[in-house]
């Protein structure tokens, strides 16, 4: 898959500050603040930086952390995990496989069928609705 490569000034003009800022910079918004976590209409969440699938509606669940959290990504290879050690904690964080946006991290504590916990930042999320 083709890599999508910007430079900081790029991205900084084709985003708000608050997108920028989380998925270029890996800063967090605050819970409860964002567009999805409480967002329940059926289609697909999008990178904000490239516009790669990530999620879909059909793998959102009510995870009551305050950030839009999905037990599975819609394609493994549109999202990467890196370990992250910042904070003085050990996580996963998440981010686009084509651009490298920040998304968030994935903890192991979600429902089935997959015990995962993508909790991700709407700041970095686009949605497309179903048609
Ligand atoms: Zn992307």
């Known amino acids: ?4 490569i910007k430079s900081e000034a790029e991205w900084r003009a084709e985003l708000s500050p608050i997108e ?3 998925s ?4 967090t918004e605050r819970a409860f603040t964002g567009k999805f976590w409480d967002h329940h ?4 969440y999008t990178c904000v930086c490239c516009q790669t699938p990530l ?6 669940f009510d995870s009551g952390c305050g950030w839009p959290s999905y037990f599975t990504a ?13 904070h003085g904690m050990t ?3 998440i981010v686009c496989n084509i651009c490298d946006a920040h998304l968030g991290h994935v903890f192991p ?3 089935p069928p997959t015990g995962l916990r993508y909790c991700i930042n709407s700041a970095s999320l686009r949605f497309d609705p179903t048609p």
């Open 1 to 4: 898959m083709k890599k999508v």
């Open 20 to 22: 920028f800022q989380v």
């Open 24 to 27: 270029r910079q890996a800063d």
């Open 41 to 44: 209409v059926p289609g697909i």
């Open 55 to 60: 999620f879909s509606s059909d793998a959102k």
């Open 74 to 86: 819609l394609n493994p290879d549109h999202v990467r995990e890196i370990v992250d050690k910042s």
């Open 91 to 93: 996580r996963t964080e």
């Open 109 to 111: 504590d979600g429902p």
